[in-house]
């Protein structure tokens, strides 16, 4: 950290003193190496990938919000007859009645997440926090499922789910149940199914993550606190968990966009219908596989927009505050 | 040795840290077993005929195993088409991806601009936003681009196998920014000064002397970013109509539908569809966690 302070301080000074020349003379020798040339071609390098960035992302972004007040319905060109105000967010608010489900199922998953998959994949990581021999290979097994892609969860867990073929029904049934759940086709239960796998993904990711904050802890933190007499746990409580802060933070943050973006399980299962609508496929069915409704699909795009601003921003201002330290 | 100094109350501590790690092990053991038990069970489906599957159910021991439904399942579903699109996207995908990444990097990390911190946000923000957010507009952003013919079969971005390798590379470069500057920063200032000071160009500083000591990050990242890249479902799925353009991963969308009264041939698909990216993930694991701790732990 103060390192970073010594490099940026006297850097800061650097390109600015091309401006303010008067003020440093011998720092402004030192920049006028950078040639017309290499700052044209630093332009370039960074604004290429800007434009990339201004056009295909935060250009649609912007254009969201734009069309999330209108009834556009992409067939003939945008016009004046096409604006409605608020329009799409009253009908979203008041009768438009699986944008409530919708809301209800991320917030569910967000809460699956993270007070059930977070804190085991947090424990995994502490367990795994140690000397022991064969930490590595519980490690791989347990970090696995991540490098699936969220579809072939949904498949691998259909092969479990299935009523007729499926795993979970096959032994429930040599208990003497009948007829077991049809855990992915019942619109009451199948959103908990997508979370059992979605939870099978996600527990491996915060393991590794937290392992990695785990490992960075200063050790003599953790002998202080054993010489004070604190057992495990205690220190873990007290101490270790306090220092991982902005590990936690992040985890929160990643945890936090995870649960918004949560599309392709329930889109493999059943297009996220029937039990398994997501504000993420509430878009997508309202605005380009099935209808047309432009501008009110972008205004559940936008409620998506403001609620994943709070993780994003809360990361921002993190990174900031670490870049000023 | 330890038995002979051991006084007896040591033994005891000892005695139940050993009990501690016994428990340990088990739980480990009984989770990882659970954890492993669906793939297990994708794999088994797939090595099972759908004959003897109907006759003696899924939860019984298998008549044969064969491989049949794994060939079954490339033939039928023309699965190489799809495999072959995936690394249209991947392979120049992470290449550009990372280029681009260390380019601006370099220039918000080795030099101050006022903007630095504003651009290196912009970049940052935009991958993490939920990609449903900005779908509406980007898919009639991409119907309206004119594209020329070799690239694509109707005149515009959409439905193009480089439109979606350019909406990766747009996304996953936010990503791979804050990695990649997070790295740089800890590379000393003098390289780039003294660099300058000798003459060379930016250009040359970028390539020949940052680039290579960024090699550890660049090697994470290429590993993170072709599980990423290849793992994408929603990009090909909505920006891809043709079933025989989309990539492996968004065509289980479609197969999933031609495969969906085989469960055999499913499991099959699903396990040729996961074998890349988990043979990857085995062989680099180190680059993997490396990856995702520099965009962490470092940030």
């Known amino acids: ?325 | 040795m330890t038995a002979t100094t051991m006084t007896p109350s040591e033994a005891k501590p000892r005695k139940s840290i050993r009990w501690g790690r016994i428990a340990l092990y088990v739980f480990l053991t009984a989770m990882s077993v659970l954890w492993l038990l669906p793939l297990v069970w994708a794999v088994y489906t797939s090595l099972r005929t759908f004959g003897d599957t109907e006759v003696n159910g899924y939860f019984s021991l298998p008549a044969a195993v064969t491989l049949q439904n794994f060939f079954d399942a490339w033939t039928q579903g023309d699965l190489l088409r799809n495999y072959i699109q995936t690394l249209e996207i991947v392979i120049p995908g992470v290449i550009i991806t990372l280029l681009l990444a260390s380019m601006i990097a370099f220039a918000v990390t080795k030099f101050s601009w006022r903007f630095n911190m504003g651009i290196l946000m912009l970049f940052v923000a935009g991958n993490l936003l939920p990609q449903q957010v900005i779908i509406v507009p980007l898919y009639r952003l991409y119907l309206a681009l004119p594209v020329p013919a070799p690239f694509s079969d109707n005149g515009t971005l959409y439905d193009t196998t480089i439109g979606v390798l350019l909406i990766h590379i747009v996304f996953q470069t936010g990503f791979c920014v804050f990695v990649l500057s997070n790295y740089m920063k800890t590379l000393s200032k003098e390289l780039t000064e003294a660099g300058l000071v000798d003459g060379a160009s930016v250009f040359r500083i970028w390539w020949s002397i940052i680039l290579p000591l960024c090699r550890p990050a660049l090697a994470a990242l290429a590993t993170l970013e072709f599980t990423f890249i290849y793992n994408d479902f929603f990009w090909a799925l909505l920006l891809i109509k043709t079933g025989d353009k989309r990539p492996i991963t968004s065509a289980l969308n479609n197969l999933q539908g031609e495969f969906f009264t085989n469960y055999n041939l499913l499991a099959a698909c699903s396990v040729l569809v996961a074998i890349p990216t988990i043979v990857v993930y085995i062989l680099l694991q180190k680059q993997f966690i490396r990856g995702l701790t520099l965009g962490s732990t470092k940030g």
């Open chain 1, 1 to 325: 950290m103060t390192q970073a302070r010594e490099d940026t301080a006297p850097d800061r000074a650097g390109l600015t003193a091309g401006r303010a020349g008067a003020v440093a003379p011998r720092r402004r020798r030192h920049y006028s190496v950078l040639t017309r040339r290499d700052k044209i071609l630093l332009g370039l390098m960074v604004g290429i990938p800007l434009f990339l960035d201004l056009i295909f992302i935060w250009g649609p972004a912007i254009a969201s919000v734009i069309l999330s007040f209108t009834q556009w319905n992409g067939i003939h060109g945008l016009t004046a007859t096409d604006w409605v105000g608020l329009g799409n967010y009253e009908k979203l608010w008041s009768s438009y009645a699986p944008f409530w489900e919708g809301v209800k199922h991320n917030v569910l998953w967000f809460l699956v997440l993270m007070f059930i998959a977070t804190p085991i994949g947090m424990f995994f990581a502490i367990l795994l926090d140690r000397e022991m021999r064969g930490s590595r290979i519980y490690q791989t097994i347990f970090y696995m499922p991540v490098v699936l892609s969220l579809a072939i969860v949904g498949l691998i867990w259909q092969l479990q789910y299935s009523q007729d073929n499926g795993m979970i029904d096959s032994i429930l049934r040599g208990f003497g149940w009948s007829t077991p759940p049809d855990w992915f086709g019942d619109p009451s239960i199948n959103l908990w199914a997508a979370l059992v796998a979605a939870s099978w993904r996600h527990v491996g990711y915060i393991m590794v993550l937290y392992l990695a904050g785990l490992k960075s802890v200063d050790p003599s933190l953790r002998e202080a606190a054993a010489i004070d007499g604190a057992n495990g746990t205690q220190t873990y409580l007290h101490v270790v968990f306090w220092v991982m802060m902005p590990i936690n933070t992040v985890i929160v943050v990643v945890t936090s966009i995870e649960a918004l973006r949560a599309f392709d399980i329930a889109y493999i299962i059943n297009h996220g219908k029937n039990g398994l609508e997501l504000l993420s496929t509430l878009i997508t069915n309202n605005s380009i596989s099935e209808a047309s409704l432009i501008g009110f699909g972008s205004a559940i795009a936008v409620v998506l927009l403001t609620i994943s601003l709070v993780p994003i921003v809360t990361f921002l201002t993190r990174i900031m505050r670490e870049e000023r330290e």
